[in-house]
């Protein structure tokens, strides 16, 4: 029979628990620098977005441009962050009649318009504008199932002017 070396058999288990901590540490690492690059990303994208608005706004033009030569009047915003409010302000006394805003937070959410939730009736409008762009596929998904008109991000109105 053989004998184990007590000794040489906890340095070996030592060091895999060593290794498994560096590895365990490094996963972990790496998750939190996946998460920020998706942060700085999406705020990336959000800065791009909001200056080729700016510089829209500086050649003396107006988001309302967009929804006239595509023949929508009446529209609703999915998302009353800070982007959803610009462009309600930007539409306020323009020839585009907000008819309602739809928000997951519609409880707790400010508006001048009717705040709905996606689960709620939603009246006929010419178009949605998303304007949490960041996630407009799922949003786009989960509308697509309540709506039948065209929805679009805000980032496709902005840079398709």
């Not at 939190?32 to 909001?50: E, G, L, P």
């Not at 829209?56 to 441009?65: A, H, S, V």
């Not at 998303?130 to 199932?145: C, G, H, N, S």
């Amino acid at each position: 029979m053989k004998r184990i070396n007590i000794g040489r058999a906890a340095g070996v288990m030592g060091f895999v628990g060593i290794i498994g901590g560096w590895i365990f540490t490094v996963r972990k690492l790496n998750e939190k620098i996946d998460k920020k690059d998706a942060r700085i990303s999406k705020f990336k994208n959000y800065f791009d977005v909001t200056n080729a608005w700016v510089n829209l706004k500086n050649q003396g033009r107006n988001l309302e441009e967009y929804f006239v030569k595509n023949g929508w009047r009446r529209i609703a915003i999915y998302g009353m962050g800070e982007l959803g409010n610009r462009l309600a302000e930007e539409l306020k006394g323009s020839s585009i009649t907000i008819e309602y805003s739809i928000d997951k937070n519609a409880d707790s959410v400010f508006a001048e318009t009717e705040v709905k939730r996606i689960d709620e009736e939603l009246p006929d409008v010419d178009v949605i504008v998303v304007t949490p762009f960041f996630v407009y596929d799922e949003v786009e998904q989960a509308l697509r199932e309540v709506v039948d008109c065209p929805i679009v991000s805000i980032e496709d109105v902005v840079f398709s002017m």
